[in-house]
């Protein structure tokens, strides 16, 4: 198998959520159904099979069929409770970190963050429930219910598989650091939700850490997918 270097792996990274946030961006500006339901959108016609057509195309190489299985190299399996008991432990101390640490990180970025917002449409604002109230009942209930699938489930599920498999177990550069190393990318990333860094580093980067030296992806997907419903159920109480 060969390793992927540095450049590779910014390559690897960055370029579909450069493409996802200039495209979101760009028709942001001519939307006439929420941006949250926009990017949800964009995130399942780009994001999704970028990041996946980058592992089946790997494991087509490394195994000479398409597959999903160069996101598990060097995986072994855990009993349920093993995978479940961490993802709830991480879980609950991001729920910690989501009451002290992004308060502070708002405070600190509240100034930028307005300056950003107020050069761009309204509906960029993904915390303008007023706004997003404007729109019909049955848009609001579409969007509900399409951001759930793509936030709690399709989304983190990708990009697990992309970051916290793939690219780790390719990354040349292996030690205890590479998944600390990956986590911070995964971070930066989020182009589209650039003030709240912190906050996902030092939540992602524990159980990216823990899933790579039990060497059980399905550690971090659980985790993932249990903070992306949590917030997901928070935006349905939020706007019907």
């Not at 270097?5 to 942001?28: E, W």
């Not at 600190?108 to 300056?115: G, V």
């Amino acid at each position: 198998m060969n390793g992927i270097g540095t450049k590779g792996l910014l390559l690897r990274i960055f370029t579909p959520a450069i493409v996802l946030s200039l495209s979101y961006l760009l028709l942001g500006n001519f939307c006439n159904i929420p941006h949250i339901l926009l990017f949800c959108i964009l995130g399942t016609v780009i994001l999704v099979p970028m990041e996946l057509g980058i592992i089946l195309s790997a494991s087509k190489k490394e195994n000479g069929a398409y597959s999903l299985k160069s996101a598990f190299v060097g995986q072994e399996k855990l009993p349920l409770w093993k995978i479940l008991l961490p993802a709830f432990i991480f879980f609950g101390a991001a729920g910690l970190l989501s009451v002290f640490v992004v308060p502070l990180e708002n405070q600190i970025f509240a100034q930028m963050r307005a300056a950003l917002l107020d050069n761009l449409p309204t509906g960029f604002d993904w915390t303008n429930f007023e706004y997003m109230k404007s729109f019909p009942k049955s848009m609001l209930f579409l969007t509900c219910i399409f951001y759930c699938i793509f936030n709690a489930f399709l989304g983190p599920v990708t990009e697990e598989l992309f970051f916290r498999g793939y690219l780790t177990s390719h990354y040349k550069k292996q030690n205890s650091f590479t998944p600390v190393f990956i986590a911070v990318l995964f971070s930066l990333y989020h182009f589209w939700l650039p003030f709240n860094n912190v906050f996902r580093i030092l939540a992602f980067a524990p159980v990216a850490f823990i899933a790579y030296k039990k060497r059980n992806l399905y550690i971090s997907i659980c985790f993932h997918c249990l903070c992306n419903l949590f917030s997901a159920i928070g935006f349905v109480a939020a706007v019907l």
